[in-house]
């Protein structure tokens, strides 16, 4: 079964210029062109159009998306790792929502407002299970303790360190440093030293983790809001430096 191309377009929301743009810069090829010059999509290609769009509701740009595609070969793989986003951020909306709900009621009836209340769905622990699943629950249930033990000023600085770290490593690879230079191994350092906080960091969890910020979409997005490219240069300079520096 194939689809036409203006009929892609039409139920995917988008419009056939778009589609040929993704032909031509080899993110979308059509199964096959007819005749008449007319494209058209086979199910390979709806599957893999389906984790672009995916892809670019989190924020990534063409380049990123190409990368991320070219580091996910099993397409069914991708896409639990796509569903797990996906229920994940369905699940946190929904307790938003209830809270605001909730935070409406009682402000129109005058109620008093309780903080467990009006601020679920904003915790770090949508993390738990994730956390949990990767490292342990030992892991999680330290650095849950360490993040509950900070205070409201520390929590801040903690997050605007690693937005500083990340603004520098774009700002490197923009510059055109190579993941081996003295600039990125000495943002690396810091980098290591922020996760140091909450965790002891080893060879492999350090290559493992520099891994994940290019093959999970949402880390890359993250970070490649600093630059096109941006997780992958971080992901680099993050083995450099484990297998210059450290052991299992």
């Known amino acids: 079964m194939e689809w036409s191309i203006q009929d892609i377009a039409r139920l995917a929301g988008t419009t056939s210029r778009t589609l040929r743009h993704y032909g031509a810069?080899?993110?979308?090829?059509?199964?096959r062109v007819g005749r008449n010059g007319y494209?058209?999509?086979?199910q390979d290609c709806l599957l893999r159009l389906q984790r672009i769009l995916l892809l670019r509701e989190l924020g990534l740009g063409l380049p990123a998306?190409?990368?991320?595609?070219?580091?996910?070969?099993?397409?069914?793989?991708?896409?639990?790792?796509h569903l797990r986003v996906l229920e994940q951020e369905r699940d946190r909306i929904g307790r938003q929502i209830e809270s605001v709900k909730t935070t409406i009621r009682k402000t129109q009836r005058g109620e008093r407002l309780m903080a467990e209340e009006v601020l679920d769905g904003f915790d770090h622990t949508r993390y738990e299970q994730e956390v949990t699943e990767r490292w342990g629950r030992e892991a999680y249930e330290r650095g849950d303790r360490w993040w509950r033990s900070l205070t409201a000023e520390q929590r801040t600085e903690?997050?605007?360190?690693q937005v500083a770290i990340a603004e520098d490593f774009g700002r490197a690879h923009q510059s055109g440093s190579a993941a081996d230079s003295e600039e990125a191994q000495q943002i690396t350092e810091r980098h290591v030293e922020w996760l140091s906080a909450t965790t002891?960091?080893?060879?492999?969890?350090?290559?493992?983790?520099?891994e994940m910020y290019v093959s999970d979409p949402r880390f890359t997005a993250n970070y490649d809001r600093y630059g096109e490219g941006t997780a992958a240069f971080i992901r680099d300079a993050m083995?450099?430096?484990?297998?210059?520096?450290?052991?299992d």
Do not use: N
Request: proline share 6%; no cysteine; hydrophobic share 35%.
């Open 158 to 161: 903690f997050q605007q360190r």
């Open 200 to 210: 002891t960091p080893t060879k492999g969890y350090l290559i493992g983790l520099g």
């Open 239 to 247: 083995k450099v430096y484990a297998e210059r520096h450290m052991t």
């Open 65 to 81: 998306i190409a990368q991320v595609l070219e580091g996910q070969r099993d397409p069914v793989a991708a896409l639990r790792t």
């Open 39 to 42: 494209r058209y999509y086979d």
């Open 25 to 31: 810069v080899g993110l979308l090829e059509p199964s």
